[in-house]
């Protein structure tokens, strides 16, 4: 893989897949041993699966391919998105549903990952979407300035509240156990639903937690 930088990676079926910059991706499946390949000149900033499917997102600069899919890791098929700069992306098993996000408010929706429906504007910013997650019946999504909203079908987008702790960067947002989870830009944070915040570490239970913040509005 040379001198090129992974910046993503997620585990599907029996596999991990990583994937970054200039189109480079990679599979194992014991987490020792990769196996490399590449996908067009796309610089990846983020991969998920779906059950079947593995999608990566990103940006290309030499074209309007913004998303590829593989079944196994190593053969990937570029898909047309509209034209934006994707930063991540989540699929709802239960709506059977991909959303992906991306900058200035760019969302778009596909139940293929292959046809995509373009959103943008759903959600009033101009800054980039960094984070989405699905958990609880909702999609959240949150800007790079700490914004948070949700949806509930990935098209209508309802404000929650705003704060610097929700700022994700380049970090990581997600569903596990009832929470959801933010690799913040500031801090490492959980996020909870029910509208706690509970600071690091991160090692010991919620509420062992030496510090709580209690968002402006509840998630749910």
Known sequence: MGANTLTTVTFGGDRYV????????????????????????????DVFYNGSLFIAIGAESAGPVTCYTSADGTAWTHQLT????????????????????????????????????????????????????????????????????????????????DDPFFRIGRGAFYWKNDWFIITAAVLHAVVRIGCQMYCPPLEVEPAEFPGRYDVDAPFV
Request: charged letters at 10%.
């Open 82 to 161: 509209p034209v934006y700069t994707w930063r991540a992306g989540v699929y709802s098993p239960e709506l059977g549903l991909h959303v992906i996000v991306g900058e200035t408010g760019a969302i778009a929706t596909s139940t293929d990952a292959v046809t995509w429906t373009d959103y943008t504007g759903a959600i009033a910013t101009s800054e980039y979407l960094a984070g989405i997650a699905w958990g609880n019946n909702r999609f959240v999504g949150t800007d790079g300035e700490g914004f948070v909203w949700t949806s509930t079908n990935g098209t209508v987008w309802d404000y929650v509240t």
């Open 18 to 45: 990583a994937a970054g910059e200039t189109g480079v991706t990679t599979m194992s499946t014991d987490g020792t041993n990769w196996t490399a390949s590449s996908a067009g000149t796309i610089q990846f900033t």
